[in-house]
């Protein structure tokens, strides 16, 4: 009746040929097709399933380090991966909480990605981690940091042919420790959207008693996900020795900084006045989490629970 | 009858496999050869009045089978006490989900389309979603002629309040006066809603004058008799069927959109289907859990003797009164609750707003009301100095105790229900101390009637020796009607599993007044209990002439009839059954009473001012919230209820977990909010915010099994609604622990919690109007 198309991909050059001539891609469809039956925007006309496409749902290390994550890597598949678990817990901290189950296994991080909401859970922590987009079109392959990436709500700068291969993750660089963690508030334990959310990563001195170097970002109440450079400084150089009261006080300044930087709405899941204090609450759990987790601290996944258990 | 009587406690529902694996058939999975879809056009404003319907473009479109409004059936209102509603507005529409007008179309997506395409032109009018203002004398009026609308005058029609009731003993001014000290608490419930998984569906087919509906309603009979008041055909001309019901929690009870369905079908001269988007599901039904504000004052003596309470009560009706009629003297006896009072003047008001319709859902105004009133017996704990828990076992009803409206109660539990769920929680150890300072545990009591109502049920025996229980009860998810074969298993020496069920068809059960106020079992079991004993008389009767020995001396027992003591003189109920004598009973029993009161006082009485056979309940809810964000989560819940004897424990269980769970959303994140225009700011299941079964805790029960008389089968009460009364004052009296203070707004969303926590605990405040530091 309506003359929609779907289509099937086998490869990469298949899917950028079918998105050329108009077709939109669909990963795990949790966000696409379940947002067209909410009304959200209408199903495109012409979709092109990239489900199938061998090799984008691998989690491999290069030589130097760098992680390369597939774009069909789905949620649980990052909660499963014993690498990443070790590498960047704050990614695992958010792929936990993302919907239910089901949505866990059926979408995907280029989906995620790609979809490019301010609430999406793996944003921050992704761009705290230094990641790059790989994205492929017809005009070759590119890469893209994420803060070039997200443009606005539901916009991304990939033009309409350049399908996402793949996340990657830089090697570390610099000695020291690492830590990640991303805590969003909920409401209730599934089928949650972010209100608030806060990722951090931390690198530890080669001694490990100051914050040598800290990354922060705030998820949903900006207009894309943004790194917060004022709570940063307020991490950097902090004194992990001691009895932990200058900890308290740049975990406090940190909090107190991510909330000047986020501009929040109200709306019927929240005031401006509580996501502001709540990006302050959220700021410092999560970068309390990355530091305990470079410190070799157990912090469960996801740090959301841990945080409010602990 | 003893406790030791008692049948087979674990008995697993008919239906479960069918649910649980994905095969069960619900009404949206039937079809029909050559049916349409139906699509509605709501109101375009929460209140205008309509100038111009044009439907022509409407019914132009290509696909189109039938456009209809209100000229297309006959003028009559109907509604439950007030009959203040048209199946198809057309003068004033009164709220967002008021249906003007009604599309047959090839698909759904025409259907919507050419629905859309219908021009109607408003002269918008203010809306009144105020329901506090409505019931100011002089607010203006949502119906400004209901004087002259059908319906019951018993609760007065004055201004906008349209149910006034009041519950009076002695004199509560006099004796508030004496009081050692007066408490007082000023609570706001926001409206929330069933929210059944299933979203309404409704097909209709007429044959020749005679239409069957098959619709997802709790109450098949009401249904039938609103699609044949609303076209003025007659009841044996309506026929419904309801396929597996996917959940109502009581937003499925009433006449809802089977009289539009009909009229569409007999329109468009083919079947017709309705399925609600989940949008719809949240909109459109005039059903949904009241707003409510609650204000309470209660005189204490120093030792906890309550010595008067007054109260008034003020509930948002909605644009039209439904079922929901009786709300107000519902509300007013959970505003006493199950405790002795002295004195009591309680006021309670239903008002009109131009707000979706209030009615029935799961024990309707109790959780709100309990709600308050637990949270005021804590306040008036700490005034004395006393325990909360300690408070309660001072004041609860015990036998003897009289009423608020003069009932003189006789055995209940309510005192064993406190000491169970206080032991089951642990809360000696609370106040040892034994609880993180962010943990605290909070007590709640309430209380539900039992319901009395005729019902019928036919027992019939097929030539095997099984059978086939044929009743009018409607089963809605809870398994009420799953377990009727125990009771009739039991009188007749069967197993439950020997019988299959023939339910949800009005052309063939009794009349019954469907899934609601937790009476299945009390009145159906009756019925069928008492049909199925006409079984038993006929098999005896059978079995006396071929054993030749006197049906007095047989029992019936493991499918035979025996000689009592010597087993081995015996015929199988099976040759019995298939010797050609029709063994068919048929029942009704007798219909408990409703125990006496003293009511010369008070207004707007409707029957509810005593209560039958009182389901005392306590909940205990192991709270903790972290108090940075106002997030709580119910780490442990404990309930005892007296319900009278359980005869099935598996469904008893089952009905406190899921009523339970509901008590927690209602308590923690469940509400519509309406804007200032009165539409929903949150219809759908992402933004209203069911609890998921992560978030359920362990759940402990204990049941108080009371043989209960003038009650329901072998001393039974009711069991579903009761698991949600008291939950949401468990968890408010734990948060209000926690933090210091309580939360007087419902639900105690975490943002709610924290602006308390706030002040309390003296929580950092960022400022951020200013100019950024770090800039
Ligand atoms: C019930 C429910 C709960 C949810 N909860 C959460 C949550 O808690 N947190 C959260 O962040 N999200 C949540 N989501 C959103 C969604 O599940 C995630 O964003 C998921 O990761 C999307 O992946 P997908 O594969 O399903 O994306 P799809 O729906 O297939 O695609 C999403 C968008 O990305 C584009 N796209 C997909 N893959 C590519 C690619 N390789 N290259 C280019 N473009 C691409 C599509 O064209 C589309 O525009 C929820 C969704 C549902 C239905």
């Known amino acids: 009746m309506s003359g929609r198309t779907y289509t099937q991909a086998g490869s990469v050059a298949d899917a950028v040929a079918a998105m050329a001539a108009g077709a939109r891609p669909v990963a795990g469809g949790t966000d696409l097709v379940v947002g067209a039956r909410h009304g959200k925007s209408p199903l495109p006309q012409a979709m092109v399933g990239i489900h199938r496409i061998p090799g984008l749902d691998s989690i491999e290390v290069d030589p130097n380090g760098a992680i390369r994550i597939g774009a069909l890597v789905s949620h649980a598949a990052i909660l499963d991966s014993p690498l990443l678990a070790e590498q960047a817990p704050g990614l695992l901290d958010a792929s936990a909480i993302v919907g239910s189950h089901a949505t866990r296994a059926n979408g995907t991080l280029g989906g995620n990605v790609m979809n490019a909401s301010p609430a999406m859970d793996t944003g921050a922590p992704l761009l705290c981690l230094g990641a790059q987009a790989v994205l492929t079109g017809s005009s070759g392959t590119r890469r893209l940091g994420l803060d070039e990436l997200w443009i606005s709500p539901g916009r991304t700068a990939a033009s309409a042919d350049e399908l996402l291969e793949a996340i990657e993750l830089p090697a570390p660089s610099g000695a020291g420790a690492r830590g990640s963690a991303y805590v969003r508030l909920q409401y209730r334990r599934q089928m949650e959207i972010a209100v608030v959310g806060a990722a951090a990563v931390v690198r530890l001195s080669a001694d490990g008693g100051r914050v040598a170097d800290a990354a922060v970002a705030i998820t949903a109440v900006t207009p894309v996900i943004v790194r917060v450079s004022a709570a940063e400084a307020c991490l950097v150089g902090a004194d992990l020795s001691g009895g932990g009261e200058e900890l308290e006080a740049a975990l406090q300044a940190a909090g107190r900084a991510a909330a000047w930087a986020a501009t929040p709405i109200s709306d019927v899941r929240a005031s401006l006045g509580y996501r502001t204090q709540m990006v302050a609450v959220m700021t410092r759990r999560a970068a309390a989490a990355a530091i305990a987790r470079a410190r070799g601290q157990q912090v469960r996944v996801p740090a959301s629970d841990w945080s409010v258990v602990r | ?775």
Not at chain 2, 113 to 135: G, K, Q, S
Not at chain 2, 273 to 294: N, Q, T, W
Not at chain 2, 433 to 449: H, N, V
Not at chain 2, 522 to 549: P, T
């Open chain 2, 1 to 775: 009858m003893t406790v030791t009587d008692r049948v087979e406690q674990v008995f697993i529902r008919p239906d479960g496999k069918e649910k649980v694996t994905g095969a069960g058939r619900y009404t949206a999975d039937l079809n029909l050869t050559g049916q349409a879809h139906a699509a509605f056009r709501f109101a375009d404003h929460p209140h205008a009045r309509i100038t111009r319907i044009d439907t022509a473009t409407a019914r132009a479109m290509p696909g189109v089978f039938a456009v209809i409004t209100h000229v297309d059936v006959p003028e009559i209102r109907y509604g439950g006490m007030v009959s203040d509603r048209h199946l198809f507005a057309h003068d004033v529409v009164r709220w967002e989900g008021d249906v003007v007008a009604a599309v047959a179309a090839r698909t759904p997506e025409l259907a919507r389309a050419a629905a859309a395409a219908i021009e109607v032109d408003y002269e918008v009018l203010d809306p009144l979603p105020d329901f506090v203002a409505n019931a100011e004398p002089g607010a203006p009026l949502v119906h400004a002629d209901w004087q002259s609308y059908g319906g019951s005058r018993s609760m007065g029609r004055d201004g906008n309040i349209l149910g006034r009731s009041t519950i009076v003993k002695g004199d509560a001014d006099a004796a508030m006066a004496t009081a050692d000290v007066v408490v007082r608490g000023t609570y706001r419930a926001d409206a929330s809603q069933g929210a059944p998984i299933e979203p309404r569906a409704v097909i209709a087919q007429w044959t020749g004058d005679k239409v069957t509906v098959w619709t997802s309603t709790q109450v098949p009979f009401a249904a039938r008799d609103g699609v044949a008041h609303t076209l003025g055909i007659p009841q044996s001309a309506v026929r419904v069927i309801v396929p597996l019901l996917g959940g109502g929690f009581g937003s499925k009870c009433d006449f809802h959109f089977e009289g539009h369905i009909a009229a569409l079908a007999r329109a468009a001269r083919r079947p017709v289907k309705l399925v609600f988007s989940r949008r719809e599901e949240f909109i459109a039904p005039d059903h949904r859990r009241e707003g409510m504000l609650i204000e309470l004052e209660t005189g204490v003596m120093r030792d906890g003797r309550i010595v008067a309470r007054r109260g008034r009560l003020t509930l948002d009706g909605g644009a039209y009164c439904g079922e929901g009629g009786f709300f107000a003297q519902m509300a007013a006896m959970h505003a006493c609750g199950p405790y002795v009072l002295e004195n009591v003047n309680v006021e309670s008001r239903l008002v009109y707003s131009t707000n979706q319709p209030s009615a029935s859902v799961r024990a309707p105004t109790a959780p709100q009301t309990c709600w308050a009133l637990e949270q005021h017996m804590d306040a008036i704990a700490a005034a004395i100095g006393l325990d909360g828990a300690e408070l309660r076992r001072r004041t609860l009803i015990e036998a003897g105790a009289v009423g608020p409206a003069g009932q003189v109660f006789g055995e209940v539990g309510a005192k064993q229900a406190l000491e169970a769920a206080l032991e089951l929680i642990g809360y000696d150890d609370y106040l040892r101390g034994e609880l993180p300072d962010d943990e605290a545990i909070g007590i709640a009591c309430g209380w539900w009637p039992s319901m009395a109502s005729p019902s019928g049920a036919y027992v019939k025996l097929n030539g095997d020796g099984t059978g086939v229980i044929i009743t009018g009860a409607q089963e809605c998810g809870s398994g009420a009607v799953m377990g009727l074969p125990l009771l009739a298993a039991a009188e007749l020496g069967m197993r439950p599993e020997d019988f299959t069920l023939h339910y949800q068809d009005t052309d063939s059960g009794p009349w019954d007044m469907g899934a609601s106020g937790s009476q299945t079992t009390f009145n159906n079991g009756r019925a069928v209990i008492e049909a199925a004993r006409e079984v038993r008389a006929q098999l005896l009767e059978l079995a006396s002439q071929q054993l030749e020995i006197d049906a007095a001396e047989l029992e019936l027992a493991d499918g035979v009839v025996r000689a009592a003591g010597s087993p081995d003189v015996a015929v199988s109920i099976a040759d019995l059954a298939g010797s050609g004598t029709p063994l068919l009973g048929k029942g009704s029993g007798e219909l408990p009473e409703n125990p006496p009161g003293e009511t010369s006082s008070c207004v707007g009485v409707l029957g509810m001012e005593t209560f039958l056979a009182p389901q005392l309940i306590t909940h205990a809810a192991r709270v903790k919230v972290d108090r940075q964000t106002g997030v709580v989560r119910v780490m442990e819940f404990a309930a005892a209820h007296d319900s009278g004897v359980i005869l099935n424990r598996i469904g008893a269980d089952g009905q406190v977990y899921g009523g339970v769970l509901m008590g927690i959303g209602q308590a923690l994140s469940e509400a519509t909010w309406f804007d200032e225009q009165g539409r929903q700011r949150n219809p759908g299941l992402l933004d209203y915010k069911l609890q998921t079964a992560s978030d359920a805790p362990p759940i402990h029960i204990r049941w108080i099994e009371i043989d209960t008389p003038n009650a329901g089968p072998r001393g039974s009460k009711g069991v579903g609604e009761p698991p949600s009364v008291p939950t949401p004052g468990a968890i408010a009296n734990g948060i209000a622990k926690v933090i210091g203070r309580p939360v007087h707004e419902l639900p105690m969303t975490a943002e709610r919690v924290w602006s308390v926590a706030v002040d309390s605990l003296g929580l950092e405040w960022i400022d951020t109007s200013g100019k950024d530091p770090s800039a």
